[in-house]
């Protein structure tokens, strides 16, 4: 079993920034037309990794793939990233491809 990592108050606040970075840096690329294979999309999925690792014993490039597919397939983590600009979600999922070089399994 692997336990479950608990944050400091600190490593917590810097999570909580680094998801607003993501947020509000996927909503102007969306909005700009960026792609998501681009230096903006691979600096966000780049961030998401860095995000994903406060909570991750260890990191995969497959399971964060798979994370980023089901940002797509559930409709509530859609709807969280696609929450004031649609595409956002999409966007990330195009971004972490691109930054794995791994395809999602669907």
């Not at 079993?1 to 909503?27: C, D, R, V, W």
């Not at 597919?69 to 004031?84: G, H, K, S």
């Amino acid at each position: 079993n692997e336990k479950f990592m608990s944050l400091t108050p600190e490593q917590y606040h810097q999570m909580q920034t680094i998801a607003e970075k993501i947020l509000s840096g996927l909503e102007e690329a969306v909005e700009s037309g960026e792609d998501p294979a681009g230096k903006t999309g691979q600096r966000l999925a780049a961030l998401h990794k860095k995000w994903l690792t406060f909570t991750w014993p260890q990191y995969s490039k497959e399971a964060h793939c798979g994370l980023g597919q089901m940002y797509l397939e559930d409709e509530r983590f859609t709807a969280y990233y696609d929450n004031n600009v649609k595409g956002c979600a999409r966007f990330l999922r195009d971004a972490i491809i691109a930054f794995t070089g791994i395809q999602p399994a669907v």
